[in-house]
T-cell receptor, first 111, second 112 residues
Framework: RKEVEQDPGPFNVPEGATVAFNCTYS??????FFWYRQDCRKEPKLLMS???SGNEDGRFTAQLNRASQYISLLIRDSKLSDSATYLC????????????FGRGTSLIVHP | NAGVTQTPKFRILKIGQSMTLQCAQD?????MYWYRQDPGMGLKLIYY???????DKGEVPNGYNVSRSTTEDFPLRLELAAPSQTSVYFC???????????FGPGTRLLVL
């Protein structure tokens, strides 16, 4: 099993739709979790951290399920500008908190 | 605040040539990282550093070397370039382990 796994997609959704991505991780000792957004040929940028209690930022909601070892990202009311690749990041490999990236999930929002 | 800067933006190398990718950050972060990203793939960690004078290997260190003589700079050295090193290289920094990483704009490297 890979350390961090994501469905690469693409997820093709109309504007206004709600879409959800999951990311599974194998190291039960993982301590911190993030979602990054990466636009085509650009650097990744932090979208949001993922807290145990779940957190929300506008149209974006992130959840952590430690028992099943996955994190999720929910995007409501999708905009054209949400089209990007969403990278899941998990820290905690080997106890050194070095980050491991998933390969990303591609989202395409169409009119 | 420039954040994380990388030079060059793009480079073409011939097989067997060497080069250094530069990375600098002005946020006084202790942790710095080098990643490579191949098309359609996630980021693979090459090397990282937890502070000046301390570096360690990541997942894919072969063919690369790093040094960290100052807090600000973390250059990546490619010796004897090979076509398999064609990739986009990202440098990142974070204040400490487990915290948000800030990325540079990347260096696109083509080895022919």
């Amino acid at each position: 099993r890979k350390e961090v796994e994501q469905d690469p997609g693409p997820f093709n959704v109309p504007e206004g739709a709600t879409v959800a991505f999951n990311c599974t991780y194998s190291n039960s000792a993982s301590q911190s979790f993030f979602w990054y957004r990466q636009d085509c040929r650009k650097e990744p940028k932090l979208l949001m951290s993922v807290y145990s209690s779940g957190n929300e930022d506008g149209r974006f909601t992130a959840q952590l399920n430690r028992a099943s070892q996955y994190i999720s990202l929910l995007i409501r009311d999708s905009k054209l500008s949400d089209s990007a690749t969403y990278l899941c990041v998990v820290n905690g490999r080997g106890g050194s908190y070095i980050p491991t990236f998933g390969r990303g999930t591609s989202l395409i929002v169409h009119p | 605040n420039a954040g994380v800067t990388q030079t060059p933006k793009f480079r073409i190398l011939k097989i067997g040539q060497s080069m250094t990718l530069q990375c600098a950050q002005d946020m006084n972060h202790n942790y710095m990282y080098w990643y490579r990203q191949d098309p359609g793939m996630g980021l693979k960690l090459i090397y990282y550093s937890v502070g000046a004078g301390i570096t360690d290997k990541g997942e894919v260190p072969n063919g690369y070397n790093v040094s960290r003589s100052t807090t600000e700079d973390f250059p990546l050295r490619l010796e004897l370039a090979a076509p398999s090193q064609t990739s986009v290289y990202f440098c990142a920094s974070s204040r400490s382990s487990g915290e948000t990483q800030y990325f540079g704009p990347g260096t696109r490297l083509l080895v022919l």
